[in-house]
């Protein structure tokens, strides 16, 4: 009796949801948010929900272009020195006014969050000084000179000092030393709505964890009336429920579907929306004396060698692995960042040319080739360990005999920290939208004094481009520094110190009636989904 | 009796310590937490910070003593994800992974157990044969592709069921419970299937077996040639007594059930304990993935634990006394 029953209701259970539903958003994400508390892991995922009910000084809008968020306007007044502008008649969640005391206490809180596993101090362990000219006036002082610190705001979320439990008055002092804090609550307070208090259009309803997570509208918000009543975030982190989920109609929108799977969900007449990201695939080779998993060159580390370089880069069909293995959606890359971003030079993607690389191959007195290990997780980016099949196979045409060491991300980057590869594949996402990002991390020498070149596991080093790079980063003319970003890429390029594969497409599905400006910056922004038209 | 039990847990003990210490090993092996967890752009000065804050710069012996120093405190230390303490993350999860395998266990002894003594009775009729094939597809066929076959066929197909979550949810003795709300209800279905079919199968198959066998039994002859109806022969005579292995094996499969009923909480997203363990070892969350297997530990040995109670309540000649453990 119940089985016969059951198809009935679950009908008129449907029927009765429909009209609400008009009201209601809900999407399935991959992963899941650690912590409601916007301070205390820079997680994509965090981010991206967070944005919902948390603003910043500045927004980044689907092209990573800085535009303004809870500061109207901004200018440098001199190297070190700027002045923002704060928007006036901005309410927190609980009523109370948006004011620099609020963002004093929010870029205060940052050092006090305890046992952050990837703490936002990165963004405000170079700021001297921040006090307030009048309620909506706010002087930032740097210790260095930091042009990309409109970018750097983005990241640091404004919360409620009211909420947090601040004094009237909040005294900044860097590293944590500020004075007028009051009790500061951790990050397991943010599950209750009570803390979790920002400027956004959403408002946190509940989070239950590993279920979902609610967001409900905030009828005060400074931007106009948010589209939804309220918002469902469901983390669905296997690719094929996740597509059954919207195919059943359980989420009305999905990030991340598989791309082999992208043909069926637009014949069942879902719209897909794709963009290009600012994450590029690359191949880093090490340029150490004692490169490990090298054959044939009798102890010889053959990749110092700019020509052995070159002819790899040379021996890659980027068209054939954006096309077959990535289904179209990839582009081939020429650079570290997608141009138009800021920084980039609009270099023509290295050509497929096996016989050049052969001769190049050849001069640098490896006629015969050698053999190499190729490192590359196996579950981080799109169709990661096919890629790197496929370049395998393509080293192997010209006499680079390549095994391909895939592992899981966890234990890929460990060993990778580790030096472990000649020569590895992975990805870099610059979240600041600029060359700097991939130029400083990737490429620039590894040195621990001045924090450069942490992700640079080939250990490159090109002095020149160094002292570029470095100049570019204390320059706050944007032409200026566009320029000399341009050359330092140039530079390293040039030299083929990193070999650019491809970018990554970020591909959403929705119901039909609903429209998404695909972001370059990989991120679902519940706040940006609108109905279609 | 007494003597028993204290043996038992002195065994458990063992067991939980030396899980904590391949566990820990384990993942310090596997890479470095800190090298996940951290966005990229952080320096090198940065990442030496959060691994003093988060206790990693430290050798594995002498973590590995400050965790025992807490345990023994009742502290399983802090999640490195999550930023809590490790326990109340799972002890979080655990409602809906006991509700998950408690359901299914249910359907898979209630359909189970007739339809195999019905198979035992009548080995060669056609409903014999046919539940013995439907076993064989239970057995066989993979729990990943089955439950996703269940949601093409039901969620997307036919529309009748929703594809994964837990819904509605109300509070029960305390917990939070899906089986008491329609929405809640009907997104239980499809993982407990999910979850009881390979259960059912084994049952179905255990309970024929032994079915076939005590009905060749002189007492069951015996029973038969006194005239007793064929219902209390079954019900009294044959049941009874093919209910110690399968209580062995319910008991087993319950432990694992409740510890690893990953696949199917991964397919359904259902918001349960194992769900946890893979998304904490994906991240090297190696406080969380240490409490967690600890706790699994300690289920299944007092499960098992209650399966030997049981067994001297069915068959009166066991006595715990007797039994060396």
Do not use: K, L, R
């Given at each position: 009796m119940k089985t016969l029953s059951l198809p009935l209701a679950a009908g008129c259970l449907v029927a009765t949801l429909a009209p609400l539903h008009a009201q209601e958003l809900s999407i399935g994400l991959k992963s899941e948010a650690?912590?409601?508390?916007?301070?205390f892991h820079q997680l994509s995922t965090n981010i991206q929900v967070g944005k919902n009910i948390f603003e910043a000084l500045t927004t980044q809008d689907a092209v990573q272009k800085v535009t303004p968020g809870l500061a109207e306007s901004w200018e440098a007044i001199d190297d070190t020195t700027w002045r923002f502008k704060l928007r006036q008649g901005v309410k927190f969640h609980n009523g109370s006014d948006f004011t620099a005391r609020d963002v004093i206490y929010s870029f205060c809180r940052v050092p006090l969050v305890q046992n952050s596993p990837s703490a936002y101090t990165i963004f405000t362990g170079g700021i001297a000084d921040m006090t307030a000219e009048d309620d909506h006036t706010l002087i930032i002082k740097t210790k260095d000179v930091n042009p990309l610190l409109p970018t750097d705001l983005w990241s640091l979320a404004v919360i409620s000092a009211d909420a947090l439990g601040a004094e009237d008055e909040v005294v900044f002092a860097p590293d944590g030393e500020c004075t007028g804090m009051g009790e500061v609550p951790q990050a397991p307070a943010f599950n209750s709505p009570d803390i979790a208090?920002?400027?956004?259009?959403y408002t946190l309803e509940s989070y239950t964890r590993g279920s979902e997570l609610t967001v409900a509208r905030f009828?005060?918000?400074?931007?106009?009336?948010?589209?939804?009543e309220r918002v469902v975030m469901r983390p669905i982190t296997s690719d094929g429920p996740r597509v059954a989920a919207l195919l059943a109609g359980d989420v009305d929108m999905i990030e991340n579907p598989p791309i082999q799977d992208i043909p069926r969900i637009e014949g069942e007449g879902f719209s897909v929306v794709d963009a290009l990201s600012n994450r590029i695939i690359y191949l880093h080779m090490q340029q150490l004396d004692d490169a490990p998993g090298i054959g044939g060159t009798d102890g010889a580390n053959p990749l110092q060698d700019a020509r052995v370089r070159e002819a790899i880069s040379l021996s890659i069909n980027r068209d054939a692995i954006a096309e077959r293995i990535m289904g179209g959606y990839a582009q081939p890359a020429g650079e570290l960042l997608p141009p138009p971003m800021f920084g980039t030079s609009g270099r023509e993607v290295d050509p497929y040319d096996p016989e050049r690389a052969k001769e190049l191959l050849a001069e640098a007195g490896y006629p015969d080739g050698f053999t190499l290990n190729l490192g590359t997780p196996n579950d981080r980016y799109i169709n990661d360990e096919q890629v790197a099949q496929a370049v395998a196979q393509m080293l192997a045409r010209v006499g680079i005999q390549t095994t391909v060491d895939a592992t899981t991300a966890s234990q890929f980057f460990s060993r990778r920290n580790a030096l472990e590869f000649p020569i590895y594949m992975a990805g870099w996402g610059a979240s600041s939208g600029d060359m700097s990002s991939p130029l400083k991390s990737l490429v620039a020498t590894y040195d621990e004094v001045t924090g450069t070149g942490t992700t640079n596991a080939g250990r490159y080093s090109n002095p020149e481009m160094d002292a570029v790079l470095a100049e570019a980063m204390a320059t706050i003319d944007d032409a200026k520094r566009d320029e000399m970003l341009q050359q330092a890429e140039t530079m390293v390029l040039d030299d083929y110190g990193i070999i650019p594969l491809h970018y990554e497409q970020t591909v959403w599905a929705m119901k039909s009636d609903l429209t998404y400006e695909p972001r370059v910056d990989q991120y679902t922004m519940a706040r940006e989904v609108k109905k279609a038209e | 009796m007494i003597v028993y039990l204290v043996r038992r847990l002195g065994q458990s003990l063992l067991a939980i310590m030396a899980m904590a210490v391949l566990v820990f090993a384990g993942v310090y092996a596997i890479g470095n937490p800190v090298d996940v967890l951290?966005?990229?752009?952080?320096t090198q000065a940065e990442i030496a910070a959060t691994m003093q804050r988060l206790g990693l710069d430290r050798p594995l012996y002498e973590q590995f003593g400050i965790f025992v120093k807490n345990a023994l405190q009742g502290d399983l230390g802090s999640s490195f994800v999550y930023g809590r303490p490790a326990l109340d993350i799972i002890l979080e999860r655990l409602p809906a992974t006991m509700e998950l395998a408690l359901v299914a266990l249910v359907l898979s002894v209630a359909i189970g157990i007739p339809l195999g003594v019905w198979a035992g009775l009548r080995p060669d009729s056609i409903a014999g044969r046919t539940i013995m094939g439907g076993s064989i597809l239970g057995f066989s066929l993979p729990n990943f592709w089955q439950g996703m076959l269940l949601i093409l066929v039901f969620a997307v197909i036919l529309g009748w069921l929703p594809a994964g979550g837990r819904g509605e949810t109300t509070e029960f003795l305390g917990l939070q419970v899906s089986f008491l709300t329609w929405d809640g209800l009907t997104h239980l279905i499809l993982p407990a299937i999910n979850l009881a079919l390979f259960k059912m199968s084994l049952i179905i198959r255990l309970a024929r077996a032994n079915t076939r066998e005590v009905s060749l039994q002189d007492y069951v002859k015996f029973a038969r040639a006194k005239g007793l109806s064929g219902r209390r022969v079954v019900m009294v005579h044959i049941l009874k007594n093919i209910m110690i292995p399968v209580v062995t094996i319910i008991g087993l499969e319950l432990g694992s059930m409740v510890a690893f009923a990953i696949v199917t909480e991964t397919v359904f997203a259902w918001p349960g304990m194992g769900k946890l363990l893979i998304d904490s070892i994906n991240l090297l969350d190696r406080p969380v993935i240490v409490a967690y297997l600890m706790l699994t530990v300690l289920i299944i040995v007092s499960i098992n634990l209650l399966v030997d109670v049981i067994y001297s309540l069915l068959d009166p000649r066991i006595r715990l006394s007797e039994m060396k453990g």
């Open positions: 650690t912590s409601m508390d916007p301070q208090v920002g400027t956004g259009p009828d005060d918000y400074w931007g106009g009336t948010p589209e939804w | 951290i966005n990229p752009e952080a």
